[in-house]
DNA sequence: TAGATTGTTAATCGATTAACAATC
DNA sequence: TAGATTGTTAATCGATTAACAATC
């Protein structure tokens, strides 16, 4: 299995870079909203308290958004950073796993604004089968592999169970699929085709809860 | 507002680090459940995919817990990171919006089991007011205050609309919140005293989408 | 004891920050 | 033009990895 990790872009841009264009994303939005036309790095820099440098630095990768003298057009910036995270087109989204996550997510609105196209949602559990969520009701396992062939699904969302993760991942792969959103508390070992994004909610509660306690035992 | 961010314990561990504590509590509970009792960090390094070097520098942060030739004791080593972790100790939790997320949350069992005990969730909302929740009613926010005096609350998840986060993060500042649990789509501004950790779904997503864009638009 | 594997120091690598020449 | 601010190179900092002496 082995495979070059690197050698998939002409420059492979690091995730920690990748991992804050959302967050400029978000910020330029409120600019946008606000009316606001232009931006310098350093005034972004006092807003999102991280340093200009680094916003110069990591723009660059993806070539001169702005201009020397003036800063940024905040429109602009907005589009391109929108486009460079792949906004500018749509994906199709089923979830496995209609449990309370699996609901919630599929509730919730704000994900098909940014082209993220709810089109399914499957559980193994008969019981629950049927159930209408936003107007479309819950099928059963048995029925995804036809269902993902017949509607060009991009984008799994997997809220099952810890133990069935791992199988169910298996499945989608064969299936064909090109990205898991996983939220099941294990790592999913897949061939690196197929891009997975953990939210390990369970972790980022215990990070808190470190946080907490070694904050709560000073003074010692 | 000059605070000083470090000084805090007597050598301060990097995030990096304490990210990487709850993944090692997690293999090392699928280790203890499968009866296994020593451990090496190479062994661990295989299972992980992270190098045996940096399971052995993590790990030192804490203190010695491996011995020369043996290995790491399983159990010992996993309950010796859960207590860093905090989580032999309890902590009271409230949610506040009772929404789609909120609910899921509220009814996800997994965190009382970690000691994260769920006491109350709020809404503004009059009409899912009084709505039971595992047993537990949904409360006006008029309550939180009095609520949170009577019941020593030590985490408020924030499942809240976007624009209403600010202005409830600063009451129950005010009302001596110790942590956030943030999944509301803000950065919250608050004193340094109070530990938050983010949870920004929809950045999740959006790095999900760029990788699964700039991967499929390669052999340009 | 010899073998294994840690704890820890030193070397490397990558990411962040600082500085400044280019240029609008 | 002079002033502002970028794009980019160089310096610094921190995190990861390698190496090995200590030791079980």
């Known amino acids: 299995m082995l495979q070059e990790a690197s050698a998939v872009e002409e420059r492979e841009i690091s995730q ?3 991992g804050r264009l959302p967050r400029y994303f978000r910020y330029l939005g409120v600019l946008k909203d606000e009316g606001i036309e232009r931006v310098s790095s350093q005034e972004l820099s006092d ?9 110069r630095q990591d723009l660059n990768h993806f070539g001169g958004f702005g201009q020397q003298g003036y800063g940024y057009n905040v429109e602009h910036l907005y589009e391109e950073i929108g486009r460079i995270l792949g906004l500018d087109k749509e994906y199709n989204l089923i979830i496995i796993g209609a449990g309370h996550l699996g609901q919630a997510l599929a509730n ?3 994900f098909e ?22 107007n479309i ?17 991009d984008i799994a969302v997997l ?29 999913l070992q897949l061939s690196k085709e197929i891009q997975v994004e953990n939210v390990h909610l369970l972790d980022s509660l215990m990070k808190l809860s470190y946080n907490l306690a070694s904050h709560s035992e000073d003074r010692s």
Chains 1, 2 share one sequence.
């Open 16 to 18: 920690a870079v990748i």
């Open 47 to 55: 807003i999102m308290q991280v340093t200009a440098s680094q916003i």
């Open 108 to 110: 919730y609105m704000n």
């Open 113 to 134: 604004r940014r082209g993220f196209i709810f089109k399914g949602i499957f559980d193994n559990n008969p019981a629950i089968c049927g159930m209408k969520i936003r």
């Open 137 to 153: 009701a819950v099928r059963p396992m048995e029925e995804l592999e036809t269902f993902m062939r017949e509607n060009d699904i």
């Open 159 to 187: 809220t099952v169970p810890r133990d069935n993760a791992a199988a169910i991942a298996e499945q989608l792969a064969s299936c064909g699929i090109k990205a898991i959103w996983n939220f099941a508390h294990v790592d």
